[in-house]
């Protein structure tokens, strides 16, 4: 009886010193794209192109890993997947991407200049224009910039890296769409519409090199 009492007792000492952890909260993920489905050396299918031939400027490659790979010599061409979700139900986006070249004085600001090496576009829909939050890697803005696009103010630009940010290597993005568009729009966004991508350099006459993996939105 001794030795159960005392067994009990050690049980309860040991509960209260060492509490149990509190259960990892559940992270909902979904993709948009990780373009593993696509054969190296093709354009992704489902993919739309606007400005041009899409299938000119992106190219899925595989090395280790599949990505998109986008090369614009003097052009800017978007390309967008239809991929409609609720900002309430998955707040964030995520993704990798790694810029290879920036266009030569490339600033968003301004049409003559308004070049991005890379961007990820979130897409609302629209009576006229749609409502859009590009997320860019800029030559020149300082990061934490935001802006809106000289060609449309329904586009508002935000810089997370820019020239003095690593090249050449992958680096992770995750930003909380929901937050951004209430800041930059001023009330509550819609569902989104779609997610697009853009490399490009007409403006400058130059070359943008970027690549883009693991696009996905998630609640946490």
């Not at 593993?36 to 090395?63: E, H, L, M, Q």
């Not at 810029?99 to 576009?121: C, M």
């Not at 897409?123 to 300082?142: H, T």
């Amino acid at each position: 009886m001794r030795t159960a009492m005392t067994a009990i007792s050690i049980t309860i000492l040991f509960i209260l010193m060492y509490p149990a952890l509190p259960a990892a909260e559940d992270v909902a993920i979904k993709q948009v794209e990780d373009f593993s489905r696509f054969a190296p050396g093709t354009f992704p299918d489902g993919w739309k192109s606007r400005g041009g031939d899409g299938s000119s400027v992106y190219t899925i490659r595989s090395n280790h890993e599949t990505y998109l790979e986008a090369k614009a010599i003097k052009s800017a061409v978007t390309i967008a997947r239809k991929f409609e979700y609720d900002l309430n139900e998955y707040p964030y986006l995520a993704w990798e991407w790694k810029v290879i070249e920036l266009p030569e004085g490339g600033d968003e600001r301004y049409k003559k200049t308004g070049d991005s090496a890379a961007a990820i576009y979130v897409i609302f829909p629209g009576r006229f224009r749609p409502d859009n939050i590009k997320y860019v890697w800029s030559a020149s803005l300082p990061i934490g910039t935001t802006t809106h696009s000289p060609y449309s103010s329904k586009t508002k630009i935000v810089v997370l890296r820019n020239r003095f940010s690593p090249l050449r290597r992958w680096v992770s993005e995750k930003v909380n769409v929901y937050q951004d568009y209430k800041r930059l729009f001023g009330h509550e966004p819609e569902h989104v519409k779609a997610i697009g991508i853009m490399s490009d350099a007409d403006n400058t006459k130059s070359k943008a090199i970027a690549q883009y993996k693991k696009i996905m939105i998630m609640n946490k």
